[in-house]
């Protein structure tokens, strides 16, 4: 999320959470939390009975978003803002609930670490090629994701194949594009993805804050084309 306009001391970030990913409908009473770009707690607010919620920020910063509530694991984002009044995106900020978690871990069962505890982040990992028949956009199979915490330490994927089943010696995202990984330690984490086609290597990175035992949704996580 970023807005360009005359310097400002202060924006105003508004938007609107809803109930699930695929949801149209907006989640009340959760807990929005902002940190800044160093981690350090900025301020919080409640959404209203349609979800949505408005806080005075900072202009020209990064900041991190963890959503809670009941039933909710806590459920991470993070974005920019520029000098001017920024809305979040509808359907950009959704919570998962405990429920949403067992069936991820079920979706990637095959991976010896779905049952992990900790942090996960999870997603699709696209172009924004779009297709011409529906507007979708389309995978980057060769895609793998590496999630580092701030000491450097690894934490590898989990992965689908092509049929979208789930998989234990994949080592990309296939043509389904998705990808999760558990076990992820709370506060800052990196997300590498690399595309390695024929020996050129095309990386792109994300950046989260995570919630203890939180999940960090990436739908999508666009990558670059080779060539661009």
Not at 60 to 89: C, E, R
Not at 111 to 140: H, K, M, P, R
Not at 187 to 195: D, N, S, T, V, Y
């Amino acid at each position: 999320w970023m807005a360009c306009a005359l310097p400002a001391s202060d924006v105003v970030l508004s938007g609107q959470v809803l109930t699930g990913l695929d949801s149209d409908v907006g989640a009340s009473d959760v807990l929005v939390s902002l940190r800044k770009a160093n981690t350090k707690p900025h301020g919080e607010v409640t959404t209203d009975e349609n979800g949505r919620f408005q806080i005075t920020i900072p202009s020209s910063n990064v900041y991190h978003i963890a959503l809670s509530g009941t039933d909710i694991v806590p459920t991470a984002f993070s974005g920019v803002v520029g000098q001017s009044d920024v809305a979040i995106p509808e359907s950009d900020l959704f919570v998962r609930s405990t429920r949403d978690v067992e069936a991820l871990r079920d979706e990637f069962s095959e991976c010896e670490y779905a049952e992990e505890g900790g942090g996960i982040v999870e997603g699709i990992v696209q172009f924004t090629l779009q297709n011409t028949e529906d507007d979708s956009f389309l995978a980057a199979p060769l895609t793998s994701i590496t999630v580092f915490n701030d000491q450097g330490d690894e934490f590898n994927a989990c992965y689908l194949d092509n049929d979208g089943v789930s998989v234990e010696d994949a080592d990309n995202v296939g043509n389904t594009g998705r990808f999760a990984v558990f076990g992820t330690p709370d506060g800052p984490l990196e997300i590498r993805f690399r595309q390695d086609i024929g020996g050129l290597i095309i990386d792109n990175y994300g950046f989260v804050y995570m919630p203890e035992n939180g999940v960090a949704p990436f739908y999508p996580a666009f990558v670059d084309l080779a060539g661009q």
